[in-house]
């Protein structure tokens, strides 16, 4: 079955660079990978920081009135398979704050940036 989104959830679509996550150092998020989080149209993506590596279930919401997903997601962290959700929304074009949680285990909290203006900036 395939899924629309609203207009405005359609904004969050696309590679977010995670430039801040709680209890994190920068080094950490980006342990394996630049840490970021993709949301595809189909309403499903995937995200990874530090060791942890996810494939999402997403739902389109509307948190404070800003677009946003609410997902659940399974993948892995380090060698153990882990499970979640979390929810993500647009503060503004430039950015998306969100939070991720890790079923019996840790939860955080990190905001992102559109990947591609990020990725210009490291240079």
Known sequence: ??????????KLVGRWRIIEMDE?????VDAVE?????????LH????????HGWMDCQAIEKDG??????TWEGVQGD????????AYLVDEHEIAGHIYIHLGENVAFRA???DRFARREH
């Open 1 to 10: 079955m395939k899924h629309k989104l609203s207009k405005a959830a359609d």
């Open 24 to 28: 994190y150092a920068r080094s950490d």
């Open 34 to 42: 630049p840490g970021y989080i993709r949301f595809v149209s189909g």
């Open 45 to 52: 993506g995937d995200f990874a920081y530090g060791s942890v």
């Open 66 to 71: 800003l677009p946003g997903f609410e997902f």
């Open 80 to 87: 153990d398979q882990v499970h979640g959700r979390g929810w």
């Open 113 to 115: 940036r559109p990947y």
